[in-house]
């Protein structure tokens, strides 16, 4: 008789982690807190300030999830990861959410037992370059020695592009994105490719921002979002709800300040969202005011843009592709019924 052990050492090791955590808002609630991982500083989206509190959009958003899991948005630890290591973190469990400036694609979606819960900012890889270059288009970019950030998908996305076409280059790739900063802005490359927003951020560190320039043109689709491990749908939509409840708040002109003035508000979709009418949160395995608290703590989903990345910020990126559907954006709330 064939042995039965080959079959179970193959089976795959992440599989085998979903199975260690099967229920994680269970975990979360018996440990306490949140443990989230984001990346290793990239502004707007997660970075330590001065007093090495972590600031961002991707930081905000494990805030939420904290509000809405544990009715606090402080309790959360963040995890600093690379781009090599950040599934590997997802998968072992050593994170409960991955909120780290990553692209949802077929791949990574379908092999890497990590599931994407929706779309917390929609972008697409860009270039940076030395104003001095005075580049007029990326057709000039023919045999350019370019700057990247190893495991991420501008390796992929600058082979397809230079390959269709017909473009030769010089690929310098770094596993840490101060590496790629470094090295850019020494001169080793030509210009830095990246998401977009994230060559936002890179040039105010640059030791003359002024003396860089982001060209305009896009190779491709980028949609970052929250990762999750495969396998825990409960947990999933929990995520999933948290960002929803942030657009829905924008969509109903809710904000952290002005939320709790709602309570006598007649509207019935308000009405839900707060808790105050039916139990959205029941079938989540939340309190019935797990919404409110998500947007009262931490904000809707235009206060945690514009807080983080809008044209009071360093960054100054307009809303753009992340403006609601109904102002020519993509951000969209699934109905909360």
Known sequence: MKSFWPSICGLSVLMYSSWLHADTLDEVRKRGFLKCGVSQGLAGFSSPDKAGQWRGIDVDFCRGVAAATLGDANKVKYTSLSAKERFTALQSGEIDLLSRNTSWTIVRDSSLAVDFPGVLYYDGQGFMAPKKLNLKGLKELN???????LGTTTELNLADYFRSQKMTYKLVAFEKNDEVVAAYDAGRCDVMSSDQSGLYADRTRMKKPEDHVILPEIISKEPLGPGVRHGDNRWADIVRWTLYAMIEAEELKLTAATIEQQKANTNPAVRRLMGLEGDIGKNLGLKPDWALQVIKQVGSYQEIFERNLGKDTPLKIA??????????GLQYSMPFR
């Open 319 to 328: 809303r753009g592709q992340n403006a609601l559907w109904r102002d020519g």
């Open 143 to 149: 045999g350019a020695t370019v700057c990247v950030n």
